[in-house]
Every structure is written in C-alpha cells, then in structure tokens.
T-cell receptor, first 115, second 111 residues
Framework: NAGVTQTPKFRILKIGQSMTLQCTQD?????MYWYRQDPGMGLKLIYYSVGAGITDKGEVPNGYNVSRSTTEDFPLRLELAAPSQTSVYFC??????????????FGAGSRLTVL | GQNIDQPTEMTATEGAIVQINCTYQTSGFNGLFWYQQHAGEAPTFLSYNVLDGLEEKGRFSSFLSRSKGYSYLLLKELQMKDSASYLCAVRDLYGNNRLAFGKGNQVVVIP
C-alpha cells in the first residue's frame, strides 16, 4: 500500500497564480483532511471530508477550495496565491472502524512558497 | 472551540526520561492523541487516550486526566532518534471528530 500520496513535494508560485495540490489514498478511508503547518506552529485544519461528495470547512479555509468526487482523491486548490499561503501542506486520512478510526495517516507534505 | 497549550522546547540527555505536558479546553472531548514529527517529515501516530489513566507502549507512555484537561507524554530511555517535535491533538465530538493540534514541543536529545 502506498498510503497517502501528495504531489507536488515542492512548488514556488507567484502572487495571484493558482494551483492544485493533489492528494490520493489507497486505504479506502472515508475521512480525509488538509492541514497547513507554518514554522514552529502546530497543524491548522483547512478543509476536511467525511466521504465522497461531502466537504466542510476547518479553521482556516479562506483562500482555498476542495472537492471530493471519489473516495481516493481530495485535491486542494489555491485560486489566487498570496504570500500568507506560504506553508507546508499535509493531507491526511483515517478509517471509520476499529483502531484505524483513531489514527490519522499523513502524506509526506507539500512545501509551497508564494513570492 | 478548542484551546491546546504545550511548552515549546526542551533538551535532555540520552538515556534520560522526559515528560511533555499538554493542557486543553474543549466542549466535546472525544480523545487525546500524541504524534511525533521529525524535522521535514510528516507526523506519525504515537498514542491515544480517551479514558483517564496511563497507556504504556514500550518506551513511550501517555497519561490523561479529563477533569483537569491535562495529558502528558513520557519518553523513557531517550535515544538520539527521539529528537523531534511532539504534537498533542484533541478530538472534538461536536466538530465531526476533527483533530485540533497544539503547537508541539521540540525535544532535543544530546549525548
């Protein structure tokens, strides 16, 4: 199993550009999450999804959009990149049954710089 | 909402014991988690507490007191590879069981 796969690993954007961070998982997990982590800080929840077709806002959703057309994929879109969106982005997923319901599996992260 | 507080950094010697504290406030507590994060890497799951008491898992133990809104992670027989950030996270029943993370505590292990 590949687990949670994020692409790209690194990206530099100019202010105002748009891009999509891809996230896919092969564990058939219903729950998926996007977090951002700024230096020396904890993880802040951007958006999450409890299943295909369902998404909801987290703590810091402004400037981002998501979609969940399949169980496997949960892309995060930045429409008009701003320097405040410079961060490391983590996608995560978890299952709903047994001990797996308690464990978030994270992707390796995507480091985004907006100049 | 949730409020999670952790101290920021500590240094300890190889072979020693270190305790990392976490205090929290939440309206719908449904579990407390500890994650380990090495520099430049993703967090990985360490432990989970939902009932009061101590959970032991090898060199790592985690304690929870729900009435005090308090948890600690105990790292025993410290090894160099334990140098990492340790994140406390609380699950909120009223927020679709989302996890809210603290800022993390950086542990530096020295020889």
């Amino acid at each position: 199993n590949a687990g949670v796969t994020q692409t790209p690993k690194f990206r530099i954007l100019k202010i105002g550009q748009s891009m999509t961070l891809q996230c896919t998982q092969d564990m058939n997990h219903n729950y998926m999450y996007w977090y951002r982590q700024d230096p020396g800080m904890g993880l802040k929840l951007i958006y999450y999804s409890v299943g295909a077709g369902i998404t909801d806002k987290g703590e810091v959703p402004n400037g981002y959009n998501v979609s969940r057309s399949t169980t496997e994929d949960f892309p995060l879109r930045l429409e008009l990149a701003a320097p405040s969106q410079t961060s490391v982005y983590f996608c995560a997923s978890r299952g709903t049954g047994g001990s797996g319901a308690n464990v978030l599996t994270f992707g390796a992260g995507s480091r985004l710089t907006v100049l | 909402g949730q409020n999670i507080d952790q101290p920021t950094e500590m240094t300890a010697t190889e072979g020693a014991i270190v305790q990392i504290n976490c205090t929290y406030q939440t309206s719908g507590f449904n579990g407390l988690f500890w994650y380990q994060q090495h520099a430049g890497e993703a967090p990985t799951f360490l432990s989970y507490n939902v009932l009061d008491g101590l959970e032991e898992k090898g060199r790592f133990s985690s304690f929870l007191s729900r009435s005090k809104g308090y948890s600690y992670l105990l790292l025993k027989e410290l090894q160099m590879k334990d140098s990492a950030s340790y994140l406390c996270a609380v699950r909120d029943l009223y927020g679709n069981n989302r996890l809210a993370f603290g800022k993390g505590n950086q542990v530096v292990v020295i020889p």
